[in-house]
């Protein structure tokens, strides 16, 4: 019995254009399928397309060949039930919002109930153990607990 892939890339090439050129390669004919429940790394050095695979997959990035698909569908744009937290995580944190809010923010727009999301929220906190800090401002954290307040908005959504 075959299962579907979670996650099937095939035959991706991802080419940024520069003037006055071919363009920069970033992926040259990259295939592979991930099944359901599998961990997986993308390790490599600076250069070697590890970003751009990630923005392709996220549907940030249209592929230049190939495709991506996720649970069968072809991925074209940002799949909703995917949440991504990016290296510059302070970049998706709103300093005038405080911890809660920030991580709250995606289930406000989801339109859940509030008593779901305070819920949803406190439980995102702790599991990134931020608990203590709801009422901060992503300012007043290290960097570190900034990067926990990105992955708890993360969690929070359910992805």
């Not at 072809?74 to 510059?88: D, N, S």
Request: with cysteine.
């Amino acid at each position: 019995m075959t299962t579907e892939p979670i996650l099937s890339v095939q035959g991706l090439q991802k080419i940024y254009p520069v003037d006055g050129t071919d363009g920069v390669e970033a992926i040259r004919n990259l295939t592979f399928d991930i099944p359901a429940g599998q961990l997986v790394c993308v390790v490599g050095p600076s250069g070697a397309g590890k970003t751009t695979l990630l923005k392709c997959i996220a549907g940030l990035l249209a592929p230049t060949a190939g495709s991506i698909r996720l649970k069968g569908e072809l991925v074209t744009g940002p799949p909703k039930a995917m949440a991504i937290v990016f290296q510059e995580y302070g970049r998706s944190l709103f300093p005038w919002m405080s911890v809660r809010d920030n991580v709250e923010l995606p289930l406000r727009n989801a339109r859940v109930p509030k008593a779901e999301r305070s819920r949803i929220v406190e439980d995102a906190l702790a599991s990134v153990e931020l608990a203590h800090v709801p009422n901060s401002y992503p300012w007043q954290l290290s960097g570190g607990m900034q990067q926990h307040v990105a992955i708890a908005h993360a969690v929070a959504y359910k992805p």
